[in-house]
């Protein structure tokens, strides 16, 4: 692809540490049937043979761009292909997943056909120990204006704040300025801002990406830390939503998203406290867990207060720490 010619998609894809599954994700794009796009893949300081792999692409493939920097994680990855795209139209895929063959296809008539800026498709689960496929079960289908896609967006079941089994309008985050912030679930800190611009959201209804799900992916290891980023992701949501005078409009969707994250933050509490085999102070941080999310969602709230975020949980090793120190 040649540098005056402008591709109509640009797929950003942050690579570290992949080296089993990037060869797989590349092909999967270069046989996409939708051909006017380019890729820009950033190498996020990987200590394995990720590099290699890409450079190899990058010779045999002209539709190719390789960045390498310093290890600064998934967000800044991301941010850094998103300052190189030129495509009317940008789209995330992770390096250890991959992509059906009309996935760009779809979604780039989905967005041209109906005059949405965003174009949102299902998934499959792959759990690849057992090579076992589970398609995404709670879905619709069909174009949606901005309050009803933001409402299905902040409850977080028909549409997801994932950021990568979507195509957006590169616009969205241009005109007004949205990064990924540096930390786990940025993806939720993230979607209701572009979201929050957009006329027309299509959600077609057919599965058309492949989520690896890895021992070591983000929910296959947890600890205090993400479990306080997933906590931090619904307080930014809320100073979003009060910033932009939307919370009052989104109130009731925010507050199942708030329910449904209560419930997923008990549940990676248990998980941390038994993977360290260590129960002391799991009821307590469930009961920190829970005065947060109350927090969150009352009505009203100190926007200050709020910005000022310290820990909610603290891992099983503190509280040893705590318990029996002299």
Same mark, same amino acid.
């Given at each position: ?16 540490? #992949? ?9 999967? %794009? =270069? &046989? ?5 796009? *380019?890729?820009? !893949? ?50 995330? #895929? ?9 996935? %760009? =296809? &779809? ?5 041209? *056909?109906?005059? !949405? ?73 993230? !979607? ?135």
């Amino acid at each position: 692809m040649t540098e005056s010619h402008t591709p109509k998609i640009s797929v950003v894809m942050p690579v570290y540490n #992949v080296e089993k599954y990037v060869g797989k994700c590349l092909m999967s %794009l =270069e &046989e996409q049937t939708f051909r006017d796009f *380019e890729i820009i !893949a950033v190498n996020d300081g990987s200590k394995d043979s990720s590099l290699d792999i890409l450079r190899h692409f990058e010779v045999n493939y002209d539709n190719i761009e390789v960045i390498d920097q310093k290890n600064a994680g998934m967000s800044q990855a991301r941010n850094a292909g998103m300052k190189q795209a030129r495509g009317k139209y940008l789209s995330f #895929v992770d390096s250890d997943d991959y992509v059906a063959p009309t996935f %760009l =296809e &779809e979604l780039y008539a989905a967005c041209e *056909e109906n005059g !949405a800026e965003i174009a949102c498709c299902y998934y499959y689960y792959r759990f690849i120990e057992n090579n076992f496929l589970f398609e995404y079960p709670f879905r619709c289908k069909g174009v949606f204006s901005s309050a009803k896609a933001m409402n299905k967006l902040l409850r977080d079941v028909q549409i997801q704040s994932l950021v990568w089994n979507k195509l957006y309008r590169r616009s969205l985050f241009t005109d007004y300025g949205i990064t990924f912030p540096s930390m786990c679930f940025e993806d939720m800190a993230t !979607a209701h801002k572009v979201f929050a611009h957009v006329n027309r959201v299509v959600v077609l209804d057919r599965p058309l990406y492949y989520y690896n799900q890895r021992p070591t992916s983000t929910l296959g290891t947890i600890n205090a830390n993400k479990i306080n980023d997933f906590i931090r992701a619904i307080a930014m949501v809320r100073i979003s939503l009060e910033k932009n005078g939307l919370y009052k409009k989104y109130k009731r969707s925010y507050q199942a998203l708030v329910r449904k994250t209560c419930n997923c933050c008990y549940l990676y509490v248990l998980k941390m406290h038994g993977e360290k085999k260590c129960m002391r102070g799991c009821m307590k941080n469930m009961g920190r867990v829970s005065k947060a999310m109350r927090y969150y969602s009352a009505d009203k709230i100190n926007s200050a207060a709020l910005r000022d975020f310290s820990e909610v949980v603290a891992s099983p090793d503190k509280e040893l720490e705590k318990n029996y120190s002299v």
